[in-house]
Structure formats: C-alpha cells, structure tokens
C-alpha cells in the first residue's frame, strides 16, 4: 500500500523511540497495529459489500446495455430506415460528368463528334406530325460553351446601387 524503504522506516522508529520513550514504546506500537488490522477490516467489509450489491442490482445486464448503445452504428441503421432498397446510394455513386456511351466503338474522342456527318432526315409520313424538340444534354461543361455574342459586346453595365456615387466616379476618373 505505501512504499517505505527500510532506512525511512529506521529513521521512523528512531523519532518515535526519542519521542515516545523506551517504556511506553510497546504500547504505542500495539495500539498502531490495531489500528492498521481495524482499518483492513473494514476496508474489506466495505468491498464485500459493494460486491455484493453490484450482484443483488446485476449490473451485468447494465454494462450489457451501455456496450449495446456504444455499438450502435447509426448511420447503418438511418439507411436501412431511408434507403432500404439503396436506390439513393446508387443515384449518388454515378458521376454525371463522366461520359457514358453505350458502345465504346460509336465515338472515341470529341473531336470524331464534331467532323460526324449530321443525320439524314427523312421526310414525315404523315405532314401534320411535328417532330419531337431534341432533348438538351443534362451536362455541358462552361469551357465548352462560347459566350454569346450579345454579352461579349455590351458595354460594362453601371455600378449597384450599394456602392458609393464617390467611389464610383473615383473609379471612372482613374480608368
């Protein structure tokens, strides 16, 4: 329980001799071990008894329970409740700008795409029939796209209405 080395239990002894004296020495001595048997004594009794209610409560079944919560993967459990069938996760797995051709062969590179022919029409059976408006790509990247040539033109629109008129007109006298 305590660490004492020999020459501190000496040096003990010696002040307890010089201070006690030689003839009430023993006395003192089985008075302090009684007092240290006591004390074990009840420090034993006390832990049988604490583990004597942890059986009488089963905190077994406690630790079980908390074990159970720290093991919980709630995530997991959130998907199998949202998700059941994981057609969301699949949705989510593709990457849209990643082209998708059905046959490798069709188009290698974008360059074949832009020399191809364009499709020949054929002409409708029936005149009334209007043919379908084709379908806008879900993904054009902007590096792809040139600006339009309206917007190129314009001349620079003025200053919102958040900026100061003098920081504006700081503005055009240094331009």
């Given amino acids: 329980m305590f660490d004492f080395a020999w020459s501190e ?10 201070a006690i004296g030689p003839k009430d020495m023993p ?5 302090a071990s009684s007092m ?21 409560a089963d905190l077994g079944d406690v630790k079980k329970a908390f074990s159970d919560i720290r093991n919980l993967d709630i ?7 949202v ?10 797995a593709d990457n849209p700008l ?20 364009p499709p020949i029409l054929e002409p409708l059976s029936d005149p009334e029939a209007v043919p379908a408006k084709p379908l806008a790509p879900a993904f054009i990247p902007p590096g792809l796209v040139p600006p339009p040539p309206i917007l ?11 900026i100061p008129p003098e920081a504006v007109l700081q503005r055009q006298s240094k331009g």
């Fill in 98 to 117: 990643e082209p998708s051709f059905s046959a490798a062969s069709e188009v290698s590179t974008l360059d074949e795409v832009a020399v191809s022919a």
């Fill in 36 to 56: 240290i048997k006591k004390a074990r004594r009840m420090a034993a009794e006390f832990q049988t008894h604490v583990d004597e209610m942890v059986r009488e």
């Fill in 152 to 162: 190129a033109a314009t001349p620079p629109a003025e200053a919102p209405a958040f």
């Fill in 75 to 81: 995530p997991s459990l959130l998907e199998k409740h």
């Fill in 27 to 31: 006395a003192a001595i089985r008075t």
């Fill in 9 to 18: 239990i000496l040096l003990i002894g010696a002040v307890a001799l010089i």
């Fill in 83 to 92: 998700d059941p069938d994981h057609s969301i996760r699949d949705t989510f």
